[in-house]
Every structure is written in C-alpha cells, then in structure tokens.
C-alpha cells in the first residue's frame, strides 16, 4: 500500500511542479503579496520624502494671531509656509496650495483671556498629499495645545496627573492550562481579535489551498479519461487515496506557511515603523519566544484538520460526476465548514464541556478560539487533537471508501 | 483464459448484459460483435473487474473477477476506447508509473519500458509530452500501459477505434502477435470487416444479449450471407435491430428521465 502511496504521490507532484498555472495560483501570489506590498510602500515613502523635501505649501490667515503656533508649523520638516496668493480659493482647487489654516481675528485675545477659540482648516482635495498636510498641521497643533494647556496648568501651580484624576492599571489573570500561560505570560498577549478570526481563517486556508488540488486529482481522472487506466490496476485503492490527499495535505501546508509568514512579516513591518528596528527585535523574540507553544500546538491541530477537509473534499469530488458538479459540492462545503467556524466561535460558550472539543469541525476550532483566548486546559487540547486525528482518519476512510464503490467511480465515465 | 458464466449486469432498471456465456482460450482472438450500445465495453468492464456482476459470473485464468479483483487485474491488460493520457507526462513516463503500479520496479521496469516503447514504434516520440499526440501515438502509449505488465490476457475495446491506416495496420500485427505468444485476445468491435480479419471466433452481441458464438466462416454460413456483416444482421434480424436500438434508446432516455426525477 505505501508504495502505491509514494507512487502516486510522486506523480501527482510531478504532475504539480510541471503546471505553472496551479503553481502561480498556489505558490507565487503568496510569495508575490508581500513583494508588491514591499515595492508599493517603497513608492510610497519615496514620494513622501520627495515631496517632504520640497514641503508642502500651505498659508496660514491671521498667523500673527498665535505667533507659537505658526513657530511649531515652521519647524515642521514637511511643511512650506507660504505667502498669500492673489487668490487663495483658486490655489486650493489648483493644488498650488494643500491646505489653508484660518486663525480668526482676536483669536491671540480669546486664548489670553482662556476663552474657547476655533481655527478653520480647508484642505485641497489634490491626491494624497494635502491628507499628509493636515496630519502635520494637526501635530503641531496639538504640540502648541500642550504647550498652552502646561502653561495655564504651571500658573495654577498644577501638574499634568491633575488632568487624570483616576488611572486604570490593566491586568489579566493566568488561566490553567501550559500553552495559555505562556500567552498571557507574554506582554503581546494575543488580542482577542486572534481567537475570532484564527479559526475563519484556518477554516479558508485549509479548503482553500488543496482545494484546486484535489479535485484535479480525483475528478481530474474523470474529464481526463485516466480513471480507468488507473482502476485496471491491481493498486490498493486506499494507497491511492493516500497519495493523492498526502499531496493536498502537503500543499495545504506549504501554502498555509507562506501566508503565515506574509502576516508575520507585516507585523513585523508595522512593528519596525511603529518603534524603529528595535521593536522588530522585541517583536520577534515575542513571536518566536512566549508564542513558541502556541504556535506549536496550533500546528498540530491544524495538520489533522487540514487533513479532515482534504479527505472529505477528495471523497465529494471522487463521487462527482466532473468538474462542474465537484464545484457546486465544494461551493456548498466552502460555504458550510465557515459557517460551521462561525457557529463555534460565537455560539460555543468560553470553557465548554469537554464533550464539546470532541465534535468533529466544531472541536478543533473552539479548541484553537480558546488557545488564542488564553483559556483551555492541557487535557482539552489533547481531546480535540485526538478528535480531529480521528476524523482525519475517518474522512481519509470516506474517500477511500468513495474510490472503491462503482457508483461513485463510474459515474461520469 | 477469459470464461463468462450467465453474466449479468444490470444498472438500476437498465439492463446492459443479460446471461452471457462464452469462453476465449489462450492463443486465441475473441470478438464481440454488436452495435454501439449493445453492452459489449460493459462486459470487457465485468471481465477486467472493473464492474462488479450483478449475477453471473466471469473467470479469468479461473479466478473469480469478483472475489479474487487484484489478482485479475494483474493477469489482465485493458485498452479502454476512450482512455486518455496525463498531457504533462510523456509516454515513457506513463508507462513507468503504471509498471509502478503493476508492482514492477528497477531494472526489471526499465527493461519492460525500453521493449514497448520499441514494439509499439515509440521510441520517436518516448521522451515527449503527451499534450498534442494525435489519436494513433495516444493509443499506442495507452496500449504499452494495458501491456506494461506483460499479461497473459488482453481486453481490446474497439482497438482500431479514429486510427489511421497506418496506426491500425500497427494494431492489426499487434493483435496476430498476440495470438502467436499464446495470449488471451478478447476484443469488442462494431466493425465487421475487422472482425472477420482478426477474429477466430466471434460472439454477436445484440441488447446486452448473445446471440450467436463461432467463427466467422460458420457464422456466415449458419445464416446463408456472403459476408460477416450480412450474416450480423440476418442472426439479429434487420427489423429487430431497427426497433431495439429505437427501444433501447428510448429505455435509456426513460432511465435517464427516472434518475433525474429521484434526484428531485
């Protein structure tokens, strides 16, 4: 049997490597996402720094007004102070100018005074760069408020914590259970977001990257005509299953890998912009040191259950008639396994009943919502790891089971 | 040797093969004889294991195609009419994967590749894809799979089926070597003249039904004609064959009709 295994897995992966269209499709947009995203933000920054070091001009009505503030627009490294146009409306709509600051006569009075005072801004609406403008406009605004405000607050003989009359200092209790606790013990602890969208996504990425796969793998034999050939052989029909899905599980893996490694890659962008390349470091080390065992056990959740999807997509495919009738399968299966993850992340309450990590789809996914949540006990895991093992036996078994039935096999042939 | 005993086969209410027996001895070329739709690629199916029987039963060097499949399919090489190639493979390539899958592996499988692809004229085109053969190159390559295993019987469902003159004069050898290595040739084939060519006996086939096995010199004398074709259509009956396949076709139009009403 495993060397019929191995004898189709080598042929279907020939088979794989020699199509460059499920290549692209599988392999090269993941590897080509961040790519582009990388170039784009390339073009991007590139732009701003052009146009940074030409500053983007704006005029300032009444800047004798509030002298501090124009002084903070000033030191503004993007931004051009410039005098008043013939007319200023006409050089807002033509893009000569991105941005006009009007600061209302006797505005320099009603701030003496400690009085409200409103500032009215009017941006071009010229691309991207007039949004850039009032980003700046707004931090030096806001730079020039605290100044005000530490001045009002100094003559008072106040400091700034009278402002904050009552701090809140969050805390998260450990939960039980080894993999939770090294979540929560990390600083990063994953948001709850994670736990909600981890088991959607896994849910898509596991039909979706041997998806294409299998199907040209069992219903593929079928509008090829190779069906027969391959039945009149006296090769273990299990074997064969075996083959095909280890391929698709395979695949699913790799596939599964790069997008994962897209995601981390632009936390770690975010990360490197948000706090310099230091926080990449730091963003690293969490990654790859509290979130170690986490990551680890949703591997070995995610192998059984990928290995459940592509089984039973191998058996409704095997049964289909052709490509046609394998679509309208899998379009009701790729709309009923998230429904399904839906369901278990919103519906299953936190800390279920044990039994519950036993069902089949809806176990593995609680069991991954509650390892990202940062509450499931070691030996709830272990019951879903063993559920979804068992399932992944058992849909492998169905689509064996699907390849030696007649009625399955011939129909269409 | 290929024996069928009352085999029968039915698909639902469709009955495609009703109670035919025949035996097909080694050394010797077999035909069935019928029209397109007369059951005769189903009971190459029965035969090769690839369907199950309803009743009846077939034998294969006296194993039971039912109870003993894995066994049969090793001692059966099949030629199915509208088998078709994996296009990025090439045919030396298809032959080694299915050798594979014949339990055939190292020098033994080399040496099995090498033969066919120089017995079936190949070697030209041996290491090319197969995306864009013409029919003759793509059933010579399906042809050195069913072989691949060197079996002692060979099923040939209309073997010479779109080929060129040149292909099936090629077949045609193929088929009377075959018969000098002491192999079991059974073939199904709607074309009379091929029929009588290459078949020592020939079984007419009409609605799943046999009805007349010999060769085709006592076929054509048991029915007064002057050739295989005329004496094919005076067994079956010429209104007979007209109103059955009227009827066959529209018994399938009904089951196809009745499937699809239970699939409502």
């Known amino acids: ?413 | 040797m290929i024996e069928t005993q009352k085999l029968t086969k039915h698909f639902r209410k469709l009955v495609a093969v009703d109670g035919v027996s025949f035996v097909c001895c080694d050394g010797e070329v077999f035909g069935l004889l019928g029209p397109n739709g007369a059951g005769k690629t189903t009971i190459l199916r029965l035969i090769a294991s690839v369907l199950k029987p309803t009743a009846g039963a077939a034998l294969v060097d006296g194993l039971d195609t039912s109870r003993e499949s894995a066994r049969v399919r090793a001692r059966v090489g099949l030629l199915v009419e509208s088998a078709g190639l994996y296009d990025r493979f090439s045919p030396r390539e298809h032959l080694r994967f299915y050798g594979r899958l014949h339990g055939l592996d190292g020098p033994q499988l080399d040496r099995r590749v090498d033969a066919l692809l120089e017995m079936l004229e190949m070697a030209d085109f041996a290491d090319r894809r197969a995306e864009g053969f013409s029919a003759g190159m793509r059933r010579r390559v399906v042809l050195g799979q069913a072989l691949i295993h060197d079996p002692p019987n060979v099923i040939l469902d209309e073997p010479t089926a779109s080929l060129d003159v040149m292909s099936t004069r090629s077949v045609r050898a193929l088929i009377d070597r075959f018969r000098q290595e002491g192999r079991c040739v059974l073939i199904s084939t709607h074309l009379m003249a091929e029929a009588q060519r290459l078949c020592d006996r020939v079984a007419i086939i009409h609605m799943g039904q046999l009805q007349a096995v010999g060769t085709p010199a006592e076929l054509i004398a048991q029915a007064g004609a002057g050739n295989l074709e005329e004496a094919f259509v005076r067994i079956v009956g010429e209104e007979r064959l007209r109103t059955d396949l009227w009827a066959q076709s529209r018994q399938r139009r009904w089951y196809q009709f009745w499937r699809r009403r239970r699939r409502v």
């Open chain 1, 1 to 413: 049997m495993f060397r019929v295994m191995r004898t189709i897995f080598v042929r279907e992966a020939r088979d794989l490597l020699r199509d460059k269209r499920a290549l692209l499709f599988l392999f090269a947009v993941p590897l080509a996402v961040p790519l582009l995203g990388a170039v784009a933000g390339v073009f991007v920054v590139w732009q701003i720094a052009r146009q940074a070091g030409q500053g983007i001009p704006i005029l300032v009505v009444n800047g004798d007004q509030l002298p501090g503030l124009v002084a903070k627009l000033e030191e503004s490294q993007v931004l051009d102070l410039v005098g008043m146009p013939s007319d200023p409306e006409q050089a807002l709509q033509s893009g000569e100018l991105m941005a006009v600051l009007e600061i209302p006569p006797g505005t320099g009075a009603l701030l003496e005074a400690e009085e409200p005072i409103t500032l009215k801004l009017t941006s071009s609406r010229n691309g991207w760069l007039p949004d850039f403008a009032v980003l700046a406009i707004q931090g030096a605004l806001s730079d020039y408020g605290n100044e005000v405000l530490t001045d009002r607050l100094s003559r008072r003989d106040l400091g700034r914590e009278w402002l904050e009359p009552i701090r809140l200092e969050r805390m998260t209790a450990a939960p039980t259970g080894v993999a939770a606790t090294a979540v929560v013990a990390s600083e990063e602890a994953p948001s709850s977001l994670t736990s909600i969208f981890l088991p959607l996504l896994v849910t898509s990425w596991a039909l979706s990257g041997g998806l294409s796969l299998v199907a040209s793998m069992t219903v593929g034999e079928k509008e090829r005509h190779t069906m027969e050939s391959l039945l009149v052989t006296p090769a273990s029909r299990v074997g064969i299953v075996l083959g095909k899905v280890a391929l698709s599980v395979v695949v699913s893996t790799i596939t599964i890998g790069l997008w994962s490694l897209d995601s981390l890659g632009y936390t770690f962008l975010l990360s490197a912009m948000s706090s310099g390349f230091s926080g990449l470091a730091a963003s690293f080390s969490v990654q790859f040191g509290a979130l170690g065992l986490v990551v680890l056990w949703l591997a070995l959740l995610m192998l059984p259950f990928m290995t459940m999807a592509n089984g039973l997509v191998a058996a409704v495919c095997t049964f289909a008639k052709n490509y046609r009738e394998s679509g309208l399968f899998l379009t009701v299966l790729q709309l009923l396994l998230p429904g399904i993850a839906l369901l278990a992340v919103f519906a299953v309450v936190t800390r279920p009943p044990a039994a519950v990590y036993a069902l089949p789809v809806v176990g593995v996914l609680v069991a991954m919502r509650d390892l990202f949540g940062g509450g499931i006990a070691p030996g709830a895991l272990v019951l879903a790891w063993g559920a979804a093992a068992l399932y992944a036996v058992g849909s492998v078994l169905l689509a064996a089971y699907a390849f030696s039935r007649e009625w399955a096999l011939m129909r269409g042939v």
